[in-house]
């Protein structure tokens, strides 16, 4: 402000002197003049105007402007010999105190200074050098200042920057620490070799150990799981140690914890690692007391099984009534009458299935599913389910297609062999009921199934052209009574139970279920199954033939009447080889009595073609003529 007033005031001073104040070497030319009372109206107005937030930037403009009035200045009063080179030597360190913009603008001016003077006002380099190296010189000077300010605004910033961290660490821990304190199920914080490094008062409420008595402990002294009838458990079924060694989750429902004072509740475990694959720091384990959640479940289980067998009776009655009175070989009835009846009888089935998926259900609760394996071929088997269904999508309009049989086109084709050792009547629920939720759920265009696979598992596939699943509904869909509740799905009927039965048979079958869907795109659900390779099948399926066999000797040898000694004798017979008779000797008599031993069920079971040929050769039955009739 100082300076650009005193330059206003030398021009001034130009302008009334006139011509004779043209010699001095004070004189300042119009131009200048004009810029240096710009500067002095800028000056005083950022002074008293500018609020403090912007004070790095008034200072900017300011300086900025006075180092273009200087340039002017010097250049309209001799170049490099002006009286006021001294300005610009004073403003040149300064470029370095306000920053990096201030210093590429001083050094630019400079920089097309030099050039002016060389180009355009023809004067020597050499002259011009040590005005040059004067002013680096000056600018230079400034660099330390700014560099020491560039310095300790990081420094600012990364202690700043430091504080915020530690600030929400200490936040997170503070925030951490008060929900793991609040929540009601246990908590157990482990290092990579199962020391027990935290525990919450819920778990020192439910195991009985204190905080600073647990603290530093392996966890197996504090954690004691056992199975759910009190015995102990391996490492190899010990979820904690399962993830512990392998660096994954695990979890289990079906353990018991014992407390310190010996007793012992049944237990939900949830144990999810710390780190990275390659890093193990450790292990959380959740863990919470179900033994009132079991029991209800129980007792839930049992009145539903009870009810749904004590009322399937009379539906069955119902639905065997309304069938005779369908039949017109046992009743007769008007249309109207038939049509009232039809629907009830459909309504009856429904009931039926009804009552039988809650049955299926409460077996699957309470861990009763049978699972009978039996070698089966998966595409033909899988073949028949789709053919019994082709009617119920042929009344929708709807193609059903097999693509393991039939391609896009409708050719057929030659589809590999898989095999799996699943239990059949588990399989066969699970496919129809995926067929015809697809044909339910799709009101126009097509159901495809499939079949791929590889060498450990077959992969059957059900996809349909309908509705399709939201995702936010497809976590919950294989979960009891859920069903999706939008405006494609309220006129469909539905109990939400067929998808919770299939998953539980298909894990009974040791295989898996899930689906991929996208709204009104369509479904796909996947049922994957264990595969057996043709060498294990063709074994499998000749043990169940000779199985086979052997029942049905067994049952025909039940239910034959009673037979005469020697054929008693010869059921009876030794498995050792028999003394061949000469072709010659004729067959003993009827009556004549022959010595015979017990022979081991099991050695006729081992070799029963033997134990046949055996027979053939040593007895000989006489069948007396019948008498002829009178």
Same mark, same amino acid.
């Given at each position: 402000?100082?300076?650009?007033?005193?330059? $206003?005031?030398?021009?001034?001073?130009?302008?009334?002197?006139?011509?004779?104040?043209?010699?001095?070497?004070?004189?300042?030319? $119009?131009?200048?003049?004009?810029?240096?009372?710009?500067?002095?109206?800028?000056?005083?107005?950022?002074?008293?105007?500018?609020?403090?937030?912007?004070?790095?930037?008034?200072?900017?403009?300011?300086?900025?402007?006075?180092?273009?009035?200087?340039?002017?200045?010097?250049?309209?009063?001799?170049?490099?010999?002006?009286?006021?080179?001294?300005?610009?030597?004073?403003?040149?360190?300064?470029?370095?105190?306000?920053?990096?913009?201030?210093?590429?603008?001083?050094?630019?001016?400079?920089?097309?200074?030099?050039?002016?003077?060389?180009?355009?006002?023809?004067?020597?380099?050499?002259?011009?050098?040590?005005?040059?190296?004067?002013?680096?010189?000056?600018?230079?000077?400034?660099?330390?200042?700014?560099?020491?300010?560039?310095?300790?605004?990081?420094?600012?910033?990364?202690?700043?920057?430091?504080?915020?961290?530690?600030?929400?660490?200490?936040?997170?821990?503070?925030?951490?620490?008060?929900?793991?304190?609040?929540?009601?199920?246990?908590?157990?914080?482990?290092?990579?070799?199962?020391?027990?490094?935290?525990?919450?008062?819920?778990?020192?409420?439910?195991?009985?150990?204190?905080?600073?008595?647990? *603290?530093?402990?392996?966890?197996?002294?504090?954690?004691?799981?056992?199975?759910?009838?009190?015995?102990?458990?391996?490492?190899?079924?010990?979820?904690?140690?399962?993830?512990?060694?392998?660096?994954?989750?695990?979890?289990?429902?079906?353990?018991?914890?014992?407390?310190?004072?010996?007793?012992?509740?049944?237990?939900?475990?949830?144990?999810?690692?710390?780190?990275?694959?390659?890093?193990?720091?450790?292990?959380?384990?959740?863990?919470?007391?179900?033994?009132?959640?079991?029991?209800?479940?129980?007792?839930?289980?049992?009145?539903?099984?009870?009810?749904?067998?004590?009322?399937?009776?009379?539906?069955?009655?119902?639905?065997?009534?309304?069938?005779?009175?369908?039949?017109?070989?046992?009743?007769?009835?008007?249309?109207?009458?038939?049509?009232?009846?039809?629907?009830?009888?459909?309504?009856?089935?429904?009931?039926?299935?009804?009552?039988?998926?809650?049955?299926?259900?409460?077996?699957?609760?309470?861990?009763?599913?049978?699972?009978?394996?039996?070698?089966?071929?998966?595409?033909?088997?899988?073949?028949?389910?789709?053919?019994?269904?082709?009617?119920?999508?042929?009344?929708?309009?709807?193609?059903?297609?097999?693509?393991?049989?039939?391609?896009?086109?409708?050719?057929?084709?030659?589809?590999?062999?898989?095999?799996?050792?699943?239990?059949?009547?588990?399989?066969?629920?699970?496919?129809?009921?995926?067929?015809?939720?697809?044909?339910?759920?799709?009101?126009?265009?097509? *159901?495809?199934?499939?079949?791929?696979?590889?060498?450990?598992? $077959?992969?059957?596939?059900?996809?349909?052209?309908?509705?399709?699943?939201?995702?936010?509904?497809?976590?919950?869909?294989?979960?009891?009574?859920?069903? *999706?509740?939008?405006?494609?799905?309220?006129?469909?009927?539905?109990?939400?139970?067929?998808?919770?039965?299939?998953?539980?048979?298909?894990?009974?079958?040791?295989?898996?279920?899930?689906?991929?869907?996208?709204?009104?795109?369509?479904?796909?659900?996947?049922?994957?199954?264990?595969?057996?390779?043709?060498?294990?099948?063709?074994?499998?399926?000749?043990?169940?033939?000779?199985?086979?066999?052997?029942?049905?000797?067994?049952?025909?040898?039940?239910?034959?009447?009673?037979?005469?000694?020697?054929?008693?004798?010869?059921?009876?017979?030794?498995?050792?080889?028999?003394?061949?008779?000469?072709?010659?000797?004729?067959?003993?008599?009827?009556?004549?009595?022959?010595?015979?031993?017990?022979?081991?069920?099991?050695?006729?079971?081992?070799?029963?073609?033997?134990?046949?040929?055996?027979?053939?050769?040593?007895?000989?039955?006489?069948?007396?003529?019948?008498?002829?009739?009178?």
């Amino acid at each position: 402000m100082i300076i650009s007033g005193a330059i $206003v005031g030398l021009c001034v001073w130009s302008l009334a002197a006139g011509s004779d104040a043209a010699s001095e070497r004070l004189f300042v030319p $119009v131009i200048p003049g004009i810029l240096a009372a710009m500067v002095l109206i800028v000056a005083v107005a950022s002074y008293f105007a500018a609020p403090y937030h912007k004070l790095t930037v008034s200072c900017w403009l300011n300086y900025a402007l006075c180092c273009v009035m200087a340039v002017a200045l010097v250049m309209t009063t001799g170049g490099v010999r002006s009286p006021f080179m001294s300005l610009l030597v004073m403003f040149a360190p300064i470029a370095g105190v306000l920053g990096k913009q201030m210093v590429a603008l001083f050094g630019g001016l400079v920089v097309a200074f030099a050039a002016q003077q060389i180009i355009m006002k023809s004067t020597p380099v050499a002259q011009s050098l040590p005005v040059i190296a004067v002013l680096a010189i000056a600018f230079c000077a400034g660099l330390p200042f700014w560099l020491r300010q560039f310095a300790a605004a990081h420094d600012a910033a990364k202690d700043r920057s430091y504080q915020e961290l530690a600030t929400k660490l200490d936040k997170a821990a503070s925030t951490s620490e008060v929900v793991i304190n609040a929540i009601g199920d246990g908590v157990l914080a482990l290092d990579d070799k199962g020391t027990v490094k935290l525990i919450n008062p819920a778990a020192q409420q439910m195991i009985g150990w204190r905080e600073q008595d647990a *603290v530093g402990f392996n966890y197996k002294t504090i954690l004691k799981l056992q199975t759910s009838t009190g015995t102990d458990i391996s490492d190899s079924t010990n979820p904690v140690m399962i993830a512990l060694s392998n660096n994954k989750p695990a979890k289990d429902d079906t353990l018991s914890v014992q407390t310190q004072s010996g007793k012992s509740f049944l237990a939900y475990i949830s144990v999810s690692p710390i780190g990275t694959d390659d890093v193990h720091d450790g292990v959380i384990v959740v863990f919470r007391d179900i033994t009132a959640e079991r029991r209800d479940e129980r007792q839930r289980a049992e009145f539903v099984s009870t009810a749904s067998h004590e009322m399937r009776t009379p539906v069955a009655s119902i639905e065997g009534y309304l069938g005779l009175a369908l039949n017109p070989q046992t009743a007769s009835v008007d249309d109207r009458a038939r049509g009232y009846i039809t629907k009830a009888h459909e309504s009856a089935q429904h009931l039926g299935r009804l009552f039988s998926d809650l049955l299926d259900i409460s077996r699957a609760d309470d861990h009763r599913l049978k699972n009978d394996p039996h070698i089966i071929d998966v595409i033909p088997f899988i073949g028949d389910i789709v053919e019994g269904l082709k009617p119920h999508a042929d009344e929708k309009g709807l193609d059903l297609i097999y693509r393991p049989t039939q391609n896009e086109d409708g050719a057929k084709q030659v589809s590999p062999i898989f095999y799996a050792n699943v239990d059949n009547d588990h399989l066969r629920e699970i496919v129809q009921n995926l067929i015809e939720n697809a044909i339910k759920y799709t009101p126009a265009g097509s *159901v495809a199934v499939d079949i791929t696979g590889n060498d450990k598992q $077959v992969t059957i596939s059900v996809s349909d052209t309908g509705i399709g699943i939201p995702r936010e509904d497809q976590a919950h869909l294989f979960q009891k009574f859920y069903r *999706v509740d939008n405006t494609d799905t309220r006129e469909i009927n539905g109990t939400g139970l067929g998808l919770y039965l299939c998953r539980r048979l298909a894990e009974t079958i040791g295989g898996r279920l899930w689906v991929e869907s996208e709204y009104k795109k369509g479904s796909t659900f996947f049922v994957s199954i264990p595969r057996a390779d043709n060498a294990t099948a063709q074994r499998l399926i000749k043990e169940s033939a000779l199985k086979a066999s052997i029942a049905a000797t067994r049952a025909q040898q039940q239910n034959q009447p009673p037979a005469q000694d020697t054929m008693q004798a010869a059921l009876a017979q030794s498995s050792s080889e028999p003394t061949p008779q000469p072709i010659d000797t004729p067959p003993a008599a009827p009556d004549a009595q022959t010595p015979y031993t017990n022979t081991p069920l099991s050695s006729i079971e081992a070799n029963p073609e033997q134990y046949i040929k055996q027979l053939r050769q040593q007895v000989s039955l006489s069948v007396p003529p019948r008498d002829p009739p009178k």
